[in-house]
């Protein structure tokens, strides 16, 4: 089945210690999101892919980035995680960024990576 | 920069109706409105959207108010798989970034 694929599913670091989260999809779209959600929140937008080009929400801090080495892959990589980036991740995908006509564009997540910092 | 407004939490009895409310009185006339829901430890999954037609799929019904200041979700008969976290999204014209408000935590009682 064409999905949305996060690995791992839970993943735990050392306070300042580099951390990487992948997400990879069969769908074959154009855009890729990854979004933070903590503990009883809403999922907050970090940023986004179109095809190659990035695009960083204004509030997402500097410690966080972002490579799309290809269509299929994107990583998340926090380079000195604090208590406070305990969260789950959840990556998503969309065929385009920018509805055309009537067509819209749903977004499909996968099933996120929760990360523990200690 | 969340654009709804919805109530924290809601019970519905188990084989009824589940009625989700959501609040949008800023909303563009080109805005799309959209759910999704979360169940517990799981990434959202995509309901229904709608523009200003009401909306129906096998998975709920969508009814938008006339002014489109409002609208409401309904699951027709709520199973207990249906305890979830419900968003209710505006989604920008411009762009598909999704901003999710604070949801509403569906929880259905046997």
């Known amino acids: 089945d064409a999905m949305v694929i996060q690995n791992p599913r839970y993943q735990v670091t050392q306070f300042g210690k580099p951390v990487t989260l992948s997400c990879s999809q069969t769908l074959n779209h154009n855009v890729m999101y990854w979004y933070q959600q903590k503990s009883s929140q809403a999922p907050k937008l970090l940023f986004h892919y179109y095809d190659k080009d990035f695009n960083n929400e204004a509030d997402t801090p500097d410690n966080f980035q972002s490579r799309r080495p290809n269509t299929s892959f994107c990583f998340l990589d926090i380079r000195s995680p604090g208590l406070g980036d305990a969260a789950m991740y959840l990556c998503a995908t969309s065929r385009e960024l920018i509805p055309r006509g009537r067509r819209q564009e749903t977004q499909y997540f996968g099933p996120g990576t929760r990360l523990l910092v200690l | 920069d969340a654009k709804t407004t919805q109530p924290p939490s809601m019970d519905c009895a188990e084989g009824r109706a589940a009625n989700l409310p959501c609040n949008h009185s800023t909303i563009s006339g080109n805005e799309y409105v959209y759910w999704y829901r979360q169940i517990h430890s799981q990434g959202p999954q995509y309901i229904i959207h709608?523009?200003?037609n009401n909306e129906t799929n096998e998975m709920a019904s969508l009814i938008i108010t006339e002014d489109r200041k409002s609208s409401t979700l309904i699951l027709p008969h709520a199973t207990l798989r249906d305890t979830a976290v419900y968003y209710c999204i505006v989604r920008p014209y411009t762009g598909n970034q999704f901003y999710f408000g604070t949801g509403t935590s569906l929880t259905v009682i046997p």
């Open positions: 709608g523009l200003k």
